[in-house]
């Protein structure tokens, strides 16, 4: 059977939820023998807390958008993007905060990554308006995604991010406190790797296929269903986080994932081959991106606050306004 033969709706949604799960399934053993392998190799915690488990946790989209990239599917590569970083903001700082407000911005670097999200996301719209972003703009966002970590882990290390320690322990802490042997990490990597492309390749199939099937753009699937999907994991992480009164963890994994969407994973994909996105995707979809993530620069900026019930209530509306006006 070809990758592409039609299949019933049904069985694009069975292929989605597959999908969904045997990346949620790769990404997690990935992300254990990843954090295994740093610390056999004695790397500080807070350099993987920044790192490993920050790349980690975008692997999902990575997966996605580069097999949707060489399937020949722009809308599902970037929309996937642009729909993940619209619901990590809009659905899990706002649910975090409507259920644990205020949610804080202890340090002082989180408000400043909240910028370099926004940055990114205007870099995104700018570079992607003539509907090409190209190799040079996925160069240009690699090496800005490098610099960004570099800085950060630099000051981690310089005593200046004051919650990065907790941080990185509480993303350490469920994978347990004795690392495991080297060849056991390896096999954890390779066979999460594996997994995450078997996933991948499930649903961006499954994802086409519904939305041929039932009669929408592959766009609208990607900015709705298969973001939402690669996003739920962080949205239960975050949940956890804030039962735990680990809200700091919760708000820099949305922020940090939401960078490395932008600059890491559309610059990845556009080295792969230039993107060529929708009209509406650059010019609609990614500037309600970047108004749902712009509320939140003003509860980062406010000194010793953070999101309050209201405020979450708000992103949580605004996300919804969206899909009314995505679906009108």
């Known amino acids: 059977m070809s990758l592409w033969e039609p299949i019933a709706l049904p069985g694009a949604l069975l292929l989605v939820a597959v999908g969904l799960v045997v ?7 990935l992300v254990r023998g990843a954090i295994n392998t740093s610390r056999l190799l004695r790397i500080s915690p807070v350099v993987i807390g920044l790192t490993v488990v920050a790349f980690a946790t975008s692997l999902p989209e990575l997966a996605v958008s580069v097999l949707a990239a060489m399937r020949g599917k722009p809308d599902l590569a970037v929309g996937n993007v642009v729909g993940s970083n619209m619901f990590n903001v809009a659905v899990i700082v706002g649910t975090s905060a409507l259920l644990f407000p205020p949610l804080q911005f202890r340090s002082p670097k989180i408000s400043r990554d909240v910028a370099v999200m926004i940055m ?6 700018a570079f992607g308006w003539n509907g090409l972003i190209g190799r040079a703009e996925g160069v240009l966002f ?3 995604l490098a610099l960004f970590l570099v800085l950060r882990v630099r000051g981690a290390r310089d005593g200046t991010e004051v919650d990065v320690e907790s ?6 802490g469920p994978h347990g406190k004795k690392p495991r042997g080297i060849v056991v990490s390896i096999v954890l990597i390779f066979l999460g790797a594996g997994l995450l492309t078997i996933g991948a390749e499930i649903l961006v199939r499954g994802a086409v296929v519904m939305a041929r099937e039932a009669g929408v753009s592959e766009r609208v699937i990607a900015v709705t269903l298969v973001s939402a999907g690669t996003g ?4 239960a992480t975050a949940i956890m986080a804030g039962i735990r009164r680990h ?6 994994n949305v922020i940090g994932s939401n960078i490395f969407n932008v600059l890491g994973i559309l610059g990845t994909v556009a080295l792969v081959g230039p993107i060529q996105a929708s009209d509406q995707l650059i010019h609609q979809d990614a500037l309600w991106m970047l108004g749902i993530s712009a509320t939140v620069l003003v509860p980062a900026v406010k000194p010793g606050q953070g999101v309050s019930r209201l405020e979450g209530i708000v992103l949580l509306v605004a996300y919804a306004a969206y899909l009314v006006w995505l679906f009108r």
């Open 23 to 29: 990346l949620a399934g790769g990404g997690e053993l």
């Open 120 to 125: 990114a996301s205007v870099a995104l719209i």
């Open 142 to 144: 690699l090496g800005c």
């Open 167 to 172: 941080v990185a322990q509480a993303a350490l």
């Open 232 to 235: 739920l994991p962080e949205l």
């Open 247 to 252: 809200t700091a963890v919760a708000i820099g």
